[in-house]
């Protein structure tokens, strides 16, 4: 599987802080899923931007999973979750619901994240956290179902009614 893995962050666009999440994303992936992670990037909190990456990734089948790292809390210039909805055909809201359920184990200020997920052609695009002790625990959450989940958006896997009839 191809990982894409997008940061958003003002700063880390400027120069004026490293980038941990996209790389501690690309590192989990690697390890526990063996799954190829050369196709990262890092943008500014600007919705226009966030958009021309997602579509221009999805749309060029140059990624079958991107995860997106940051700008998806309650600062003023936190527009990831709306540009990922501007550029999915079709939302996967259980995800960020199953993000958050168990992170508000962890913390309650889990749930003021508005991330999101969804599926553009044939890509799933997965919005995590910004802070990297917030994306391991994610990652904890999504690792088990990524396998099953991009299967299933590449025909490669069987659907749950599929699995009851044999």
């Known amino acids: 599987m191809r990982v ?12 004026e802080r490293p980038d941990e999440g996209g790389p501690l994303i690309a590192q989990i992936i690697r390890e526990t899923l063996k799954w190829d992670c050369s196709l ?4 500014p909190d600007d919705l226009d931007q966030i958009r021309d990456v997602l579509v221009e ?5 140059r990624a079958d999973l991107i995860l997106t ?6 600062a003023p210039r936190d527009v990831t979750p709306e540009a990922t909805r501007s550029v999915i055909e079709r939302e996967a809201p259980g995800i960020p619901e199953a993000l958050r359920s168990a992170s508000l184990r ?11 997920a969804g599926i553009r052609k044939q890509t799933l695009i997965i919005n995590l956290p910004g802070n990297p002790k917030a994306v391991r625990e994610n990652l904890d959450v999504l690792i088990p179902i990524l396998p099953h989940a991009l299967g299933l958006l590449k025909g490669e896997a069987q659907t749950e009614s599929e699995h009851r009839t044999v």
């Open 106 to 116: 962890i913390t309650q200020h889990a749930m003021l994240s508005r991330a999101v």
């Open 57 to 61: 990734w999805c749309d060029s089948n």
């Open 69 to 74: 790292t940051g700008g998806t809390g309650f």
């Open 4 to 15: 894409a893995i997008l940061t958003i962050s003002d700063r880390s666009s400027r120069g």
């Open 40 to 43: 990262t990037q890092i943008v």
